[in-house]
């Protein structure tokens, strides 16, 4: 069982990522190749502009307004990327596997960060219940999706700290890791491949059309 997670399904997992990621892409360029707006709109000044904005904390007039929010989508969004990216034990996986290898994250920083993705999901799923203006516009999926992105750091922070089963853990910690890769193109998550795009096309039509701004 564990030489099947560990191996072909993992592998698996990034085949399915990588082309789900690169159809999803393609798609979306030629969708926007269609339409007659887009790209005559699209302006690098304004659009980077506009990036720059959206991409430093406070830097945008609601993100002043709403400092918490803030402060727990960037660190949350920072440490759910880069904590897997530079986890030692995946970065010894790969360097087995393929021969690359890159700066890791010592342990305890690795853990404080895995802590923060899991509390920032909390945080997430209680802003869901409590506003009305966001629980009328969440339904079973939203939480589904929390629950997905949430998964691998609880269970790989069980297992590294061996709080119950090792190999049961590492299992599902694997496991869960593949439904979070295999629905990153094909869910809402695929926002992380779109991000750029949507906000220099936003910066374009507010800065080059509108002669306003978008933050």
Known sequence: MFEFVSGPLVWLAFIVFAGGCAYRLGWMFVTARKDRVVYPYMSLKYGLRSLLHWIVPFASVNMRKHPVMTVVTFLFHICLIATPVLLTAHVVMLREAIGLSWWTLPPLAADIMTI??????????ARRIRLPEVRNVTDYSDYLLIAVVLAP???????HHQFFAYKTMVILHIVTGVLWLIAIPFTRLAHMLYFVF?????G????FVRNARDW
């Open 153 to 159: 750091f609880a269970t790989g922070f069980i297992a």
């Open 116 to 125: 923060m993705v899991l509390i920032g999901g909390v945080f997430f799923i």
């Open 204 to 207: 374009s039509e507010f800065g």
């Open 198 to 202: 949507t906000r220099m096309y936003m």
